[in-house]
C-alpha cells in the first residue's frame, strides 16, 4: 500500500477508529473485552483505534461485537 494516501483516507481512518474507541468506552469495555469478544488480537483493535489501515473484515468483526452497522462505523 502506498504511503502517500490522499489526506481524506488518513482522515477518514483516523475518524472511524475514533468512532470505534468511543463506542467501545460507551460501551464500557476495554480493548481486551472487545479484541475478545470480535475474536481479533488487541493489538489489531489498537491499531484500528489508531487509524491505521483495517480490513473489511475486522472492521465487520469489530462492528458486530460493538452491536452496531458497519457504516455507522464508517460515516459515524
Given at each position: 500500500?502506498p504511503?502517500?494516501?490522499?489526506?481524506?483516507?488518513?482522515?477518514?481512518?483516523r475518524?472511524?477508529?475514533?468512532?470505534?474507541?468511543?463506542?467501545?468506552?460507551?460501551?464500557?469495555?476495554?480493548?481486551?473485552?472487545?479484541?475478545?469478544?470480535?475474536?481479533?488480537?488487541?493489538?489489531t483493535?489498537?491499531?484500528?483505534?489508531?487509524?491505521?489501515?483495517?480490513k473489511?473484515?475486522?472492521?465487520?468483526?469489530?462492528?458486530?461485537?460493538?452491536r452496531?452497522?458497519?457504516?455507522?462505523?464508517?460515516?459515524?
Open positions: 500500500m504511503a502517500d494516501q490522499p489526506q481524506w483516507v488518513l482522515d477518514a481512518r475518524a472511524t477508529g475514533d468512532r470505534i474507541r468511543v463506542r467501545r468506552l460507551h460501551l464500557d469495555m476495554t480493548q481486551e473485552t472487545l479484541a475478545y469478544t470480535s475474536g481479533l488480537d488487541r493489538s483493535i489498537q491499531r484500528m483505534e489508531a487509524g491505521s489501515e483495517m473489511l473484515s475486522h472492521l465487520l468483526l469489530v462492528a458486530e461485537a460493538l452496531m452497522h458497519v457504516t455507522d462505523l464508517l460515516h459515524g
